[in-house]
């Protein structure tokens, strides 16, 4: 007669390794430092439109230069522009706008590769974490602006989709720009998430594509022409709760 399987036993639980958890445990205040600092030096800086696209892209690319005429124009137009900080599509939009008329703001991130933060910066925080980081480019946002990129550039536009669509976040203009790169994307979630219903078909209009840099500036003035760029009390009260 064949023996019963045994039963699988459970993993027993292992005391903590006190010296790591005194190390996490004091990494809050790292990160509560961050967050201070970047409330305090980014919540007066408004209106402002953040610009996303690939650290990897170089000064003589036409994305470069794209980035670099609208950020111009969003600062003559009267808003601070936030990028990543870093080199590529992040350096074009921080030097239109050190040339412009407005504040030209980078969030810097710590990481082994790709990021040395560029020359174009009246304002420029420094970040360990990237969650922090993410916090202080929505926040004080009144527009997403995002270029061609990679998978970061792919990440912050995910994030804002998902705030904004779940209510997390006060609605604003994400514009995608240059319709040739986004194509393919926005050909997939129609296809695909759209008609496996992951997403509702209404989601897609969170989304604008633009090729031109005044049609951008256009869609933010369009946006705020009825309200203002302050958030309402509603919205602020949003906001804390990023």
């Given at each position: ?78 808003f ?30 710590t ?12 304002v ?33 536009l ?51 594509v ?33």
């Amino acid at each position: 007669m064949a023996s019963a399987p045994e039963e699988p036993t459970r993993p027993s639980l292992r005391p903590p390794d006190e010296a790591a958890l005194v190390r996490e445990s004091w990494k809050v205040f790292q990160i509560m430092a961050e967050f201070v600092e970047g409330f305090e030096r980014l919540s007066s800086i408004r209106p402002s439109v953040s610009i996303f696209g690939s650290a990897r892209t170089p000064p003589d690319h036409p994305y470069y230069r794209l980035a670099e005429t609208i950020a111009r124009q969003l600062s003559d137009a009267g808003f601070a522009v936030v990028s990543g900080g870093g080199p590529g599509i992040m350096e074009a939009a921080n030097k239109g706008a050190f040339a412009g008329k407005s504040a030209s703001v980078g969030l810097n991130i710590t990481l082994p590769h790709e990021q040395l933060a560029n020359e174009y910066q009246d304002v420029s925080l420094n970040f360990r974490h990237f969650f922090t980081r993410k916090v202080m480019f929505v926040k004080y946002a009144s527009a997403y602006v995002v270029l061609p990129g990679g998978f970061g550039t792919l990440d912050e536009l995910a994030e804002i989709l998902t705030l904004v669509q779940t209510g997390k976040s006060q609605r604003i203009p994400i514009i995608l720009v240059h319709a040739p790169f986004w194509r393919g994307l926005l050909d997939w979630i129609r296809a695909t998430m759209v008609a496996e219903r992951t997403i509702a078909p209404e989601d897609l209009d969170l989304i604008q594509v633009v090729d031109r840099p005044e049609e951008v500036v256009d869609a933010i003035f369009s946006h705020y022409e009825s309200r203002g760029f302050e958030p309402s009390a509603a919205e602020r009260e949003m906001l804390m709760y990023l």
